[in-house]
């Protein structure tokens, strides 16, 4: 690399100029242009922009030379290697590090800091609970030993992350709020629609702790964006206290909040009618009046989606084949207690099957459970023994010695009349078929729950106090961001259990004064994050003083590629 200038009447202008062969002969071409002399002097700070200049070509050459130049080293098949050392590291982490500190989170803990009176580092003990809870999830004694697999080794003891979780959880609102104003920098987010739900977690205890009032026995509902509830809360009641919060922490009034079935009371239909806010809510067509129940199921008078006729079809025009992919609806307003809402009613032959071969599997099961009648207990309304039938009397009538069970042919012919029917109730006047539209977005939060549950192994929660708990599902909750926000990166071509495998796979092994070489296969998928993320771990060695400065330009505040 060489300095290249021209000047003008009103200033000169510096270049970075690289010479190269190039077919058969030396090409000289302009790599970089670093400005005018005085805009180096002000973006800089220098007095000297020629200085400057020389001596960052200087820098430039001394990294180009670095990167070509050979390491050797020498190994002997009689010595032994060193006792107790660690010679893996993983550096699948500097991924995900490099989402957190784009985030903000550094900043978040620095200002949490500023409130409480702590010495420990608290950027690095949540960094590492929601690194680990990606890679290697468990309980916090392992995190705090599994980040000792990190090339960035932790500055913290395991006493202090017992301490940092009260709190974490004691600011779990503010690291919300802050959170989703700083993502904001990352990418537009729509907030138009919000979609809520409610899942499950229960934690390892044998009786109810009357003390704490989230560690109940049983299972407790946790709404992802993301407050905590009591098991014994009835779920319908958590959306008013959610909504509040997103009025006060995230300064949002006006959405259409899309809900399943178990959020759908009248209440929060009503509460979601009025001031900027509007409702899509799932409706179970067999709790529908009777008249409601035969309209939906009526074969006639459909629309299909994406006929830009309208031209009324019937179910029975449907072609088993050719229509596969067809989605036909129909529309129709009512009143009920005041509120006037729109049904909306879909029929697809796809989910007519998915029900169909859902049920004959409840059946099967079913079958089995007849032969072990002390199984039939009843638990919810999709339980399969819902379809065996009890008989205490003989056919004669009399009462017979013993209970015979049975498949209840009537219940099952029952339910069959509902397949690939599916209703949703709105208050909003759009199209039919963008409301369909927005409803059917409604599996990504179920994902969400999936991934929490599953991948990061929320469940089951060990913690006794209620603010360690809210700080296991905060750190949970962050960790879900900012895998998002690495899957995103990717372009979403890559599965979960791809990228988070991949990234525990990443180890490197240290040569103790030479550097890092990756003891991973490469791939497509370490090739896009590479990509994204503007660095290489996957050259065949990394010096020490690279591998340092890779980690240092993670935890900048630059904003991803693409």
Same mark, same amino acid.
Not at 315 to 324: F, G, N
Not at 427 to 452: P, S, T
Not at 500 to 523: A, C, F, K, V, W
């Given at each position: ?29 302009? %790599? ?44 002997? &098949?009689?010595? @032994? ?6 010679? /893996? ?6 991924? +995900? ?29 949540? $960094?590492? +609970? ?37 709190? +974490? ?13 700083? $993502?904001?920098?990352? /990418?537009?987010? *729509? ?31 946790? #709404? ?5 509830? #009591? ?5 319908? %009641?958590?959306? $008013? ?28 239909? %009503? ?36 006929? &830009?006729? *309208? ?72 339980? &399969? ?27 099952? /012919?029952?339910?069959? @009349? ?26 990504? =939060?179920?994902?969400?729950?999936? =991934? ?18 809210? @700080? ?45 070489? #990756? /003891?991973?296969? *490469? ?12 660095? *290489? ?12 400065? =890779?980690?240092?330009?993670?935890? $900048? ?6």
């Amino acid at each position: 690399m060489r300095l290249g200038y021209s000047k003008s009447k009103n200033a000169i202008s510096y270049y970075v100029y690289k010479t190269g062969y190039k077919n058969g002969k030396n090409t000289t071409v302009m %790599v970089e242009k670093l400005g005018t002399d005085s805009q180096i002097r002000e973006k800089y700070g220098v007095e000297d922009a020629e200085q400057w200049a020389r001596a960052y070509i200087d820098e430039l050459n001394r990294k180009e030379a670095e990167e070509k130049a050979k390491v050797m080293v020498t190994f002997s &098949p009689a010595a @032994a290697i060193p006792a107790d050392e660690q010679r /893996s590291f993983n550096a699948g982490y500097l991924f +995900l590090q490099q989402v957190f500190y784009q985030l903000g989170l550094d900043k978040v803990c620095t200002a949490i800091k500023r409130k409480h009176s702590f010495e420990y580092n608290l950027t690095s003990i949540l $960094s590492r +609970l929601v690194y680990t809870r990606i890679l290697f999830p468990g309980s916090k004694r392992s995190s705090f030993e599994d980040s000792r697999k990190f090339i960035e080794q932790p500055d913290f003891e395991l006493h202090q992350v017992y301490r940092a979780l009260s709190v +974490l959880g004691d600011e779990m609102d503010y690291i919300q709020s802050a959170l989703y104003k700083n $993502s904001l920098r990352l /990418s537009k987010r *729509r907030t138009g629609v919000i979609y809520y739900d409610c899942t499950n977690f229960y934690f390892e205890i044998e009786q109810e702790d009357p003390d704490n009032g989230l560690r109940q026995y049983g299972h407790s509902k946790v #709404p992802l964006a993301f407050c905590i509830n #009591p098991g014994s809360t009835n779920e319908q %009641v958590t959306l $008013s206290p959610l909504e509040k919060k997103l009025f006060e922490d995230f300064s949002l009034s006006e959405f259409i909040v899309c809900t399943d079935s178990g959020l759908s009371s009248l209440d929060n239909r %009503v509460l979601n009618s009025r001031d900027g806010r509007a409702f899509i809510t799932v409706q179970s067509i067999k709790k529908l009046k009777q008249f409601q129940r035969e309209w939906c199921l009526d074969p006639d008078g459909w629309y299909r989606r994406g006929d &830009p006729s *309208r031209k009324k079809c019937s179910i029975s025009d449907l072609d088993e084949e050719l229509d596969r992919d067809t989605v036909l609806y129909k529309e129709r307003w009512f009143k009920e207690n005041g509120l006037e809402q729109r049904m909306i009613v879909t029929y697809s032959l796809k989910y007519r099957d998915y029900l169909r071969a859902l049920r004959e599997r409840q059946v099967e099961r079913a079958k089995g459970k007849i032969s072990n009648p002390s199984t039939l207990n009843k638990n919810h309304p999709t339980d &399969p023994k819902r379809f065996i039938k009890e008989q205490k009397c003989t056919p004669d009538g009399e009462i017979a010695e013993k209970t015979y069970y049975s498949l209840d042919e009537e219940k099952i /012919s029952a339910e069959a @009349a509902y397949d690939g029917f599916y209703a949703v109730c709105t208050d909003l006047e759009d199209e039919a078929e963008a409301i369909v539209n927005i409803n059917q977005r409604r599996w990504q =939060i179920e994902e969400c729950f999936r =991934i929490m549950k599953h991948e990061f192994r929320a469940r089951p929660a060990y913690l006794s106090r209620e603010v360690r708990i809210r @700080a296991h599902f905060m750190t949970c909750f962050v960790a879900l961001i900012v895998y998002r926000y690495l899957e995103k990166s990717l372009g979403k071509e890559f599965t979960v259990a791809q990228i988070t495998d991949q990234l525990r796979e990443m180890n490197m092994t240290r040569l103790e004064g030479y550097g890092y070489i #990756p /003891s991973y296969d *490469r791939n497509a998928l370490t090739d896009e994050l590479h990509k994204a993320a503007g660095f *290489r771990t996957d050259t065949e060695i990394i010096p020490i003083a690279k591998m340092r400065n =890779i980690c240092k330009n993670t935890k $900048s505040h630059k904003e991803p590629k693409g």
